[in-house]
């Protein structure tokens, strides 16, 4: 039996920030970009989720649901900095790490001799040595027998605490989880599944696996066994980058075609640029994303070459389906797998941090 821990710092960037100000701790806090510049928030300290404000929220908002909220801009190579220093205490009991983002992690501790091979107290001793070496950071653990249990353990006890799930507490536990939680389910499959009215594991396992395929397609194989609390997938060492992409928001709405065009090969140029540091990777598709000034989205894909005419007649293709104000405007590639993987979203976002 495998034994996987999930590391989650709590409010990463938020709490690098408060622990290098006093002055901003116990209240409302934020990182994130300003209200007037159309900025969206990063994360959030807890004080502040109290109100309501979480990631991705447009600051304006944020601001509008909790007025005293504070502010403050992001500084990547502070969190890179600690980020390396918590990453370099996983790979002291263990070489099996994958790295989600900047501040969350599996770890395979299968064969970790330290504490008698207890993944319990390997995580509250990482969890330690992190609040030690950091500063007073804290994280928050889940330790089960693989990745979709321990991910869901680890928010059981946040902030600054763990969740050991023991192989014969599973069934018991993954019934009452909200089909939300599971790996491969976003905000558009837990609406339709809630419209079917299967709201929890519970109700995914009443079910037959030919049932969830002819519901959600080859994604049924999955949702048996992740409805079960079984799930095969490895814990992977070598990040192996899908797409890359870099998107700008506007403090005003976008309306004419020719501005559009403008930013696009403006951006076209800094991608192509950042596509120096990939140039092992074969390009397999061009992306545009559109977000609209009611916040509502979309993404073209086309297989074709690296071309600026190319992303601007995606651009075109797409907004003369809707010519309606942008607030956003992005491109992206998406690269050719080195191996076959599940189907994921065409369109990763920015420029990514690890």
Request: hydrophobic share 35%.
């Given at each position: 039996?495998?034994?996987?821990?999930?590391?989650?710092?709590?409010?990463?960037?938020?709490?690098?920030?408060?622990?290098?100000?006093?002055?901003?701790?116990n209240i409302p806090m934020a990182v994130g970009g300003s209200s007037d510049r159309r900025g969206v928030i990063s994360t959030s300290n807890y004080e502040a989720r109290k109100y309501g404000v979480k990631s991705a929220m447009p600051t304006a908002l944020a601001k509008k649901i909790c007025p005293q909220l504070v502010i403050v801009s992001g500084r990547m190579s502070k969190y890179k900095e600690v980020s390396d220093q918590v990453f370099e205490i996983f790979q002291q009991y263990t070489d099996l790490v994958e790295g989600l983002s900047w501040d969350e992690a599996y770890l395979d501790v299968t064969d970790c001799s330290q504490f008698n091979n207890s993944a319990t107290y390997i995580a509250r001793d990482i969890r330690e040595k992190i609040y030690q070496r950091t500063g007073g950071l804290t994280a928050s653990a889940g330790i089960a027998?693989?990745?979709?249990?321990?991910?869901?353990?680890?928010?059981?006890?946040?902030?600054?605490?763990?969740?050991?799930?023991?192989?014969?507490?599973v069934d018991?536990?993954?019934?009452?989880?909200?089909?939300?939680?599971?790996?491969?389910?976003?905000k558009v499959t837990a609406t339709y599944m809630h419209n079917l009215g299967l709201k929890t594991c519970l109700d995914l396992q009443s079910l037959s696996q030919q049932e969830l395929i002819e519901k959600f397609g080859k994604f049924g194989y999955n949702l048996y066994d992740f409805c079960r609390g079984i799930d095969q997938r490895?814990?992977?060492?070598?990040?192996?980058?899908?797409?890359?992409?870099?998107?700008?928001?506007?403090?005003?709405d976008i309306t004419h075609f020719d501005e559009m065009k403008g930013h696009i090969l403006k951006m076209v140029q800094e991608l192509k640029e950042a596509l120096d540091d990939f140039q092992e990777k074969e390009i397999k598709a061009l992306q545009v994303k559109i977000k609209y000034f009611d916040f509502k989205q979309t993404t073209i894909e086309r297989q074709m070459p690296f071309d600026e005419k190319n992303f601007i007649y995606l651009l075109e293709e797409r907004w003369s389906m809707d010519p309606r104000p942008i607030r956003l405007l992005g491109v992206g590639v998406k690269f050719q797998e080195q191996r076959e993987q599940p189907q994921l979203p065409l369109f990763d976002g920015a420029i990514s941090m690890r």
């Amino acid at each position: 039996m495998r034994k996987i821990i999930h590391i989650d710092m709590d409010a990463f960037f938020a709490a690098v920030e408060m622990r290098d100000n006093p002055r901003l701790r116990n209240i409302p806090m934020a990182v994130g970009g300003s209200s007037d510049r159309r900025g969206v928030i990063s994360t959030s300290n807890y004080e502040a989720r109290k109100y309501g404000v979480k990631s991705a929220m447009p600051t304006a908002l944020a601001k509008k649901i909790c007025p005293q909220l504070v502010i403050v801009s992001g500084r990547m190579s502070k969190y890179k900095e600690v980020s390396d220093q918590v990453f370099e205490i996983f790979q002291q009991y263990t070489d099996l790490v994958e790295g989600l983002s900047w501040d969350e992690a599996y770890l395979d501790v299968t064969d970790c001799s330290q504490f008698n091979n207890s993944a319990t107290y390997i995580a509250r001793d990482i969890r330690e040595k992190i609040y030690q070496r950091t500063g007073g950071l804290t994280a928050s653990a889940g330790i089960a027998p693989n990745k979709l249990l321990a991910k869901m353990a680890s928010d059981f006890n946040k902030p600054n605490g763990q969740f050991t799930l023991p192989p014969p507490a599973v069934d018991e536990f993954i019934k009452k989880i909200p089909v939300e939680k599971l790996w491969g389910v976003g905000k558009v499959t837990a609406t339709y599944m809630h419209n079917l009215g299967l709201k929890t594991c519970l109700d995914l396992q009443s079910l037959s696996q030919q049932e969830l395929i002819e519901k959600f397609g080859k994604f049924g194989y999955n949702l048996y066994d992740f409805c079960r609390g079984i799930d095969q997938r490895e814990v992977e060492t070598e990040f192996e980058r899908k797409s890359l992409g870099t998107e700008e928001t506007y403090s005003k709405d976008i309306t004419h075609f020719d501005e559009m065009k403008g930013h696009i090969l403006k951006m076209v140029q800094e991608l192509k640029e950042a596509l120096d540091d990939f140039q092992e990777k074969e390009i397999k598709a061009l992306q545009v994303k559109i977000k609209y000034f009611d916040f509502k989205q979309t993404t073209i894909e086309r297989q074709m070459p690296f071309d600026e005419k190319n992303f601007i007649y995606l651009l075109e293709e797409r907004w003369s389906m809707d010519p309606r104000p942008i607030r956003l405007l992005g491109v992206g590639v998406k690269f050719q797998e080195q191996r076959e993987q599940p189907q994921l979203p065409l369109f990763d976002g920015a420029i990514s941090m690890r």
